[in-house]
């Protein structure tokens, strides 16, 4: 199946500071990715759809400000949680689907740890 | 929007026993249907999925069933074992390939 990389896997940061984590497909076009978090001992949530070369649509509830995305490349999204507080701590997941795949493929996810 | 249901939300079996976890969605519109393996620490691993126009799928152990009129699906899980314990999501894709989760089931096999 299509391969979707995350990175990175783990990242510890202080409160305050910004983090981006990037989600490449590595043999297919994502012209679509979305970006889950997942708090613990609860489901995927979805936070945004990217469309490439558009601006993201976000969830409700979802602060655009605060989740920046950014989908530039058929290969490449980015999401920046900026300002970083402990209660961004989460497991974010990107996920791409787009020509030639008909589902839609998970990244290995990103532990986000704010202290 | 997609409204994903899933049940139970814990579930304890007997080694070798079968695991059923079911789930309700609301567009009729959804035609993709994946379930996701969650083992503790680790990102989500799709273990199986199903497309509309499909009743029934089957890989070894686990299989999925599909009731469109209904609007429900299943994931079954026979002859279970430890390392099938694990927190399992359904999820159903939209057509513009947004997928809607469950809530997870928390699946316990005791040996």
């Known amino acids: 199946g299509a391969v979707v990389s995350q990175h990175p896997s783990r990242v510890i940061c202080k409160s305050g500071t910004s983090v981006k984590i990037e989600c490449r497909s590595l043999?297919?076009?994502?012209?679509?990715m979305f970006w889950y978090r997942q708090f613990p001992k609860q489901s995927l949530m979805l936070m945004a759809t990217?469309?490439?070369?558009?601006?993201?649509?976000?969830e409700q509830g979802v602060e655009k400000d605060k989740f920046l995305i950014n989908h530039a490349s058929l290969t490449l999204s980015t999401l920046t949680v900026t300002s970083a507080h402990p209660e961004d701590s989460s497991f974010y997941i990107c996920?791409?689907?787009?020509?030639?795949?008909?589902?839609?493929?998970f990244g290995q996810g990103t532990r986000l740890t704010v202290v | 929007g997609e409204n994903v249901e899933q049940h139970p939300s814990t579930l304890s079996v007997q080694e070798g026993d079968s695991a059923v976890i079911k789930c309700t969605y609301s567009?009729?519109?959804?035609?993709?249907f994946p379930w996701y393996k969650q083992e503790l620490g680790k990102g989500s691993q799709l273990i199986i999925d199903?497309?509309?126009?499909?009743g029934e799928k089957k890989d070894q152990r686990i299989a999925v069933t599909l009731n469109k009129t209904a609007k429900h699906f299943s994931l079954h899980i026979t002859e279970t074992q430890p390392e099938d314990s694990a927190v399992y999501f359904c999820?159903?894709?939209?057509?513009?390939?947004?997928?809607?989760f469950g809530a997870g089931t928390q699946v316990v096999v005791t040996p």
């Open positions: 199903i497309r509309s126009n499909v």
């Open positions: 567009d009729s519109a959804s035609n993709y």
């Open positions: 999820a159903a894709r939209d057509s513009w390939g947004k997928l809607q």
């Open positions: 990217s469309n490439e070369g558009s601006k993201a649509t976000y």
């Open positions: 996920s791409a689907s787009g020509q030639g795949v008909t589902e839609a493929f």
């Open positions: 043999d297919f076009q994502a012209t679509t």
